[in-house]
């Protein structure tokens, strides 16, 4: 994430581009700002209410498999939240360019965590992950 918002930032810097209405950018910034605030407390509510990890560097501590709530919509609200921050931070930037990092950032997640993720739970919860796989998407629209 921090990689990502340092890219936007730099593309702000050094291409030069034609500047997007105020407006556009305080309505677009402030609403992908505040969904995706609002999906991190959501996601970390239910996390705490199931007494299970947040941590995503050790997926194997996870106690409980959270399916209810907004993780009945995507499997990872919090990564799609941290997307939305992105699109913010490239409405503050003025960095139209620097949307472009959004998908590379999803990519990157999802090669590089998710699937390690993945596996993990499948490993600690069997059948069950795999139907949640099957029924919810991985980000919004999918798998």
């Excluded at 556009?24 to 996601?43: F, K």
């Excluded at 993780?71 to 003025?94: D, E, K, S």
């Amino acid at each position: 994430m921090i990689i990502a918002v340092g890219l936007i930032l730099v593309m702000a810097v050094i291409i030069d581009e034609p500047e997007v209405h105020v407006a556009v950018r305080v309505v677009v910034g402030t609403a992908t700002g505040v969904a995706g605030a609002i999906l991190m407390v959501l996601a970390t509510t239910r996390f705490r209410r199931a007494a299970t990890t947040v941590d995503p560097v050790n997926p194997a501590k996870t106690e409980a498999l959270v399916t209810s709530g907004v993780f009945g919509h995507t499997r990872n609200p919090m990564y799609v939240a941290m997307a939305l921050w992105l699109v913010m931070v490239c409405m503050v930037a003025q960095s139209m360019v620097g949307l472009l990092v959004v998908p590379l950032f999803v990519l990157s997640l999802t090669r590089n965590q998710i699937r390690r993720e993945e596996a993990a739970l499948t490993k600690l919860f069997g059948e069950d992950y795999i139907e949640y796989q099957r029924t919810t998407p991985r980000w919004l629209l999918g798998s």
